[in-house]
């Protein structure tokens, strides 16, 4: 397999809902355990069946009865030991594609469900009874099957994920970890530069009655505080020294566009580690990926299998020898079309070459000089966002599961509601690589409020396509008054045709934050001529 350097491209050898969504969900994965027979890699050499998950029942970290199943090899064994924690909000099935695929290769695959939220021995949200319970799951697999006490692997869609990172800190049975579409620091899933999220909520609402009621109010409340001597020991990212000293073998999965918990800090923990390491960036959703192998399993499942085969099995399939940042392009085509291909960097920081600043200027106009101009635009505070409506389901689904990119009509901008300023065409393809960061100058008329930034590929036709977002909410200033600020947007790689505009929308509201507005009350953004905002925009 070959992989390209920065400047080409090759191809390589949500959850689920509830109610109507939820039922449809786990038929359409169910008819995936029909098509694994056919879709999964094929059996190892001497291998003479199909393997067949059994149900078993293991004592938590507690003494509270957990459920989950085992599907193992053919032979005696030893064989090396993969568990797969699952969410309770997340189907089992969800994991189907992944257990059997790594049984047939030769895996003792174990998926177990993690603690309700309500009854006794309730989740305590990555806390140490359910992260300890990774290590009661290991325990019984290492006496009850063919498992190999000296070869443990670990990995997990979301929630799963993170739990996965921190039993891995914690046993140092544990070798290697799969993390996809999870989180390094359990702030990022509590709020976005000081706005909470929707996630939050949810957060909350699964995690012990005794804390539920403190970390509701901290979130609402905005209590940075609390929510940090909660989150800290959650966090995958304060463990590293653990990671580095035993050379755990880390693997990560993570989507552009994510929208439950977006990783601010994974660029950040991704370079401070020393063992090894892999991460790989693709267009969609959270836990979108996951959710289209359930179905039809492809890429992403040989990738983890690849990973944990060389780590755990000590095989020579040059995985160690690929760069440890893999990433295709927001715009990079759907997750089933052709020209699947990745491009390799030897680090986080390395995809950016450069920076090209724009600066906001008259005529709602982005320019590379600035022009002296203080006028810029006044947003009336709504809860509807001028490019991400959370009534567009659709929209969402789509660039979630197929890594597509849905087209936002930038007419749809409502006066007073959101403002969108402008480049020049692109006179040749430009490679977005890294973080965007933007400063403005808000003058508030109340002392709490959320301005929401949208980074568009705008087209000829003036449909505009997402490359990055970010929220910002300040608190305790003085209305009336302005001050500067800059915003990191969230980390993208996008390649911007040649005739194509860049385009920066801000507005009030966005579907996967809880703004801190006052329902009409208006934020002045501009761009002082001694002081002039701008855009930065990293350039590979």
Known sequence: MRYASSSDHHSPAGRAGRGRRRRAAALLLALSGFL???????????????PVPRPFVFTGADGTPLKGNVAEPAGPGPHPLLVLPCWVSMPELLMTSTQLAAARDGYVAVVYQTRLPVGPGAADLQGLRDVGDVSRVVDWALEHTSADARHIGLGGVSYGSVVSLLAAARDPRISAVAALSGWVDTMDALEDHGTPTLPSLGIGAYTTVEQRG???????????????????????????????????????????????????????????????????????????????????????????????????????????????????PVNSGPRFGAGYGWEGHPSWAAMTGSTRRLFLGAGRSLRETPDGSATGATLTAVPVSPTDNGLLMFQRSAEAVLG????????????????????????????????????????????????????????????????????????????????????PLYATAYD??????????????DSRVLARNALLRRITLSSPAGSPSWLDVPLR
């Open 36 to 50: 694994l027979a056919l879709a999964a890699p094929a059996p190892p050499a001497g291998a003479a069946h199909v």
């Open 214 to 328: 403190a970390l509701l109010d901290a979130v609402l409340r905005h209590d940075r505080e609390r929510l940090a001597a909660w989150a800290g020991p959650r966090s995958p990212i304060a463990y590293v020294d653990r990671y580095n000293a035993r050379r755990v073998a880390l693997f990560f999965a993570l989507t552009w566009g994510e929208g439950v918990t977006p990783a601010p800090r994974l660029g950040e923990f991704l370079d401070r580690l020393r063992g090894p390491k892999r991460l790989e960036m693709r267009p969609g959703d959270h836990a979108g990926p996951e959710m289209a192998e359930a179905l039809l399993p492809g890429e992403l499942i040989r990738s983890i299998l690849r990973w944990m085969d060389h780590h755990l099995k000590g095989r020579e399939n040059g995985v160690d020898r690929e760069p440890p940042v893999l990433l295709r």
């Open 404 to 487: 597509v990119q849905v087209p936002r009509p930038l007419a749809l901008v409502p006066p007073g509601g959101g403002a969108v300023w402008t480049s020049r065409p692109a006179a040749f393809t430009r490679y977005v690589r890294g973080t965007p960061r933007v400063r403005l100058t808000i003058t508030p008329e109340a002392g709490t409020g959320t301005v929401v930034v949208h980074l568009l590929d705008a087209d000829a036709l003036g449909n505009g396509r997402l490359m990055t977002w970010a929220p910002y909410t300040f608190t305790g200033r003085t209305p009336g008054r302005p001050f500067t600020v800059e915003i």
């Open 496 to 509: 911007l045709p040649a005739g194509h505009r860049l385009a920066l929308a801000a507005g009030t509201a």
